[in-house]
């Protein structure tokens, strides 16, 4: 197998394009040197090369099982997870006071896309305890934080989020689940949930479940909303587990990828005894909950980064090695074949899937470190921005990473259609990032219906900033000119965009302007990425421009080129979508049901 992650091109993205030794400066992180950060991240891809990636495909192969009492999971998941938690990882990101490591964000965010590209499935348990416990340090009691927070950090118990309903999916405001207050303040639980990661497994001790509910009482819609932490086992005061709680498995879903990772319906309260215990204030669950399912939804952007990028690794290494076919001026059959990269078709599905992976990867940290720099920072510009582009960082990487995995795919042509490699299971895996965390419609429409538009446009004001800064600094790189004034061009078309949509949401035209939201989700992505893509060329030729070294020259070479490809072949593809956009074309929004 090819290497899963290409560790150079991670140490270019975080030293050489964010320039994430500035992290130091800020009080939180200045502890730590760039050593203490090259030995957790090479820490991480040793374990996840040496426990996680040996048995990608043995957990898709022999997913979990449940006989109506027990779920069963592999070896290989647990002794991961063993390792994992050992290491430390749980707690990278959290404070001192709490065991943690106090890493940055942006370097937890590089961790993760190691373990994401070597197992996804594996993986998806201690991201969504991590994001679990993230909630709990920040909105729950003293007393809940001691008897959940250090369990959780230290491996003991794993955590979840319980938010979609049978009959209810993204519409959180229609849920049904209740919660009755009781003399000792705990809330008795009762409802479904459904598409549950994590919700069952032998893995750990415990499972700590973050449930959206609806207090007896509480106002209708998503004002009415709090969050409960229900755990799987009771647990006691000296932190030993206690009585079952009446949290019911009623099955496993069987995944088309992802299978490593239990799927779950879960009752709450079966029995009328789930006894669950309200985290943060009544009624404001989703704004605690928010915080979990956004740090979620750039975890998003990175795994799909990292399944898009494993498969363009492993889609170059068979291109490399493959001989089949002869170039096109070569008549004589008794030639050599040629390995399979020399072909052009090959070229231009291998560049994709560079210009696509590369991008979301560099797209994803770059949000990683405007986490780090609005918390740690207090930087008030950082997290604006970062509100106006997280749902780009999820929905861009979600969105391409399948199609570079598709791509994938057709090089390796009918061996990649097989599961003798893993290809076809990168592409399964991946499928499944454009539907969690808001698919790619409702991102779209909190992107443009509200993001764009809050707080005066400031995070738009402040993405148009960046860009303009960058501009400033390629002017004076002549290789770079042509894809500048590319960019530019396309940039003028977006800005014009935006303002007709802008007057037509003022005027009151709601349900035009926000009609065909998912074409400008896809414009504004691709916009975001061309500009990362100009950031990568232009610190590719300031750091290894220069170089004699051919390694350097080839690397430098391949980000021009990628840029150039995306920028060229990728952007214009906004101009036909700005079109239908300002003409408010009702092709789709016309349609009546019994048309079809």
């Not at 939201?517 to 990425?529: E, I, N, R, T, Y």
Request: glycine share 8%; aromatic share 8%; with cysteine.
């Amino acid at each position: 197998m090819s290497e899963f992650i290409n560790q150079r091109e991670l140490e270019f993205l975080l030293y050489d394009l964010l320039d994430s030794e500035q992290l130091l400066q800020l009080d939180r992180f200045a502890d730590h040197d760039r050593t203490i950060f090259d030995e957790v991240i090479n820490t991480a891809h040793r374990i996840a090369a040496e426990h996680y990636a040996n048995h990608y495909k043995l957990a898709d192969e022999n997913e979990p099982t449940f006989d109506g009492k027990t779920v069963t999971t592999p070896d290989a998941v647990k002794t991961a997870w063993k390792h994992y938690a050992e290491a430390g990882f749980l707690s990278a990101g959290k404070s001192y006071e709490v065991g943690g490591m106090q890493l940055p964000y942006t370097i937890n965010a590089a961790i993760g896309a190691q373990f994401a590209a070597a197992n996804i499935s594996t993986a998806a348990y201690p991201f969504l305890t991590g994001a679990a416990a993230n909630v709990i340090e920040h909105s729950g009691t003293q007393e809940q934080r001691q008897r959940y927070l250090e369990p959780m950090l230290t491996g003991r118990f794993s955590g979840t989020m319980a938010l979609t309903e049978p009959d209810v999916g993204s519409s959180l405001g229609d849920l049904t689940t209740k919660a009755i207050l009781q003399h000792d303040g705990s809330y008795l639980i009762s409802g479904n949930k459904i598409y549950i990661s994590g919700g069952d497994q032998d893995i750990t001790e415990n499972i700590v479940h973050l449930v959206l509910a609806r207090i007896e009482g509480a106002p209708v819609g998503s004002k009415g909303i709090s969050l409960f932490i229900v755990p799987k086992f009771h647990v006691n005061d000296d932190g030993s587990l206690g009585a079952r709680n009446d949290v019911q498995l009623t099955g496993l879903l069987h995944k088309m990828g992802y299978r490593g990772t239990t799927s779950t319906a879960l009752n709450f309260g079966e029995n009328g005894n789930c006894s669950g215990y309200l985290i943060g204030e009544a009624n404001k669950g989703l704004r605690a909950m928010f915080q979990m399912m956004n740090e979620a939804r750039i975890w998003v952007g990175i795994g799909a980064s990292a399944l898009g990028y494993r498969g363009y690794l492993e889609s170059l290494d068979y291109a490399k090695n493959r001989p089949q076919g002869r170039k096109a001026t070569e008549k004589s059959s008794h030639s050599k074949p040629v390995n399979i990269i020399e072909h052009s078709d090959v070229k231009r599905m291998l560049l994709a899937q560079k210009a696509y992976s590369e991008g979301s990867m560099a797209l994803s940290l770059y949000a990683a470190q405007l986490v780090d720099k609005a918390e740690a920072g207090n930087d008030g510009d950082a997290a604006e921005l970062l509100e106006l582009l997280t749902p780009i960082v999820k929905s861009f990487p979600s969105h391409y990473g399948p199609r570079a995995n598709d791509l994938a795919i057709q090089v390796l042509a009918g061996a990649g259609y097989t599961r003798e490699y893993n290809l076809e299971q990168l592409y399964r895996d991946n499928r499944l990032n454009p539907i969690h965390e808001g698919t790619f419609g409702i991102q779209s429409l909190d992107l443009l219906g509200r993001k764009l538009w809050q707080n005066g446009s400031k995070g738009l004001q402040l993405l148009m900033a960046e860009f303009q800064q960058t501009v400033a600094l390629i002017e004076v790189q002549p290789r770079l000119k042509p894809q500048l004034h590319t960019f530019a061009a396309h940039l003028l078309t977006v800005s014009s965009t935006i303002e007709t949509l802008g007057g037509a949401l003022k005027q009151g035209k709601v349900e035009q302007a926000l009609a065909n939201s998912a074409l400008f989700l896809d414009m504004m992505g691709k916009l975001v990425v061309s500009w990362i893509w100009l950031k990568m060329a232009e610190r590719a030729l300031v750091c290894y421009g220069s170089s004699e070294l051919a390694d350097d020259q080839a690397f430098v070479a391949g980000k021009l080129q990628a840029a150039q490809y995306f920028i060229q072949w990728e952007l214009p593809e906004i101009e036909h979508q700005a079109r239908l956009l300002t003409d408010f074309d009702d092709s789709c929004s016309a349609m009546q049901p019994d048309w079809f």
